[in-house]
């Protein structure tokens, strides 16, 4: 079984930092992209961050400049640092991973998810 196992949310006043990690543990014979999304009340789900294999990034505009998505292939984790948070930040944070597992299957696969709250 194959599984991603986020942390690292919690409760921040505006202006401060967050850093986010995401595990993936189980039959996994490689993962290629991996990123982050959120998801506020009442709004569709939208990508923050991704990060290639290989460590290209690419970032929502609305976090660029604040956010840094990073990862460690040896642990097969990834991160994701949060500064200068907002309250529209404020959301359940989902990772996700394209994996190939040992048995050959590709698939796409989401964490449980993580809550962010900016709030004074």
């Known amino acids: 079984q194959v599984q991603l196992v986020e942390s690292g949310g919690g409760l921040v006043q505006p202006g401060g930092s967050l850093r986010l990690s995401c595990a993936a543990s189980?039959?996994?014979?490689?993962?290629?992209?991996m990123g982050w999304y959120r998801q506020a009340p009442g709004k569709q789900r939208e990508l923050v961050a991704v990060?290639?294999?290989?460590?290209?990034?690419n970032y929502a505009d609305s976090v660029k400049g604040r956010f840094t998505i990073s990862r460690d292939n040896a642990k097969n984790t990834v991160y994701l640092q949060m500064n200068s948070l907002k309250p529209e930040d404020t959301a359940v944070y989902y990772c996700?991973?394209?994996?190939?597992?040992?048995?050959?299957?590709?698939?796409?696969?989401w964490g449980r998810g993580t809550q962010v709250t900016v709030s004074s």
């Open positions: 990060i290639s294999s290989g460590g290209s990034t």
């Open positions: 189980g039959s996994i014979f490689r993962i290629n992209a």
């Open positions: 996700n991973a394209k994996i190939l597992s040992t048995s050959g299957i590709t698939f796409d696969l």
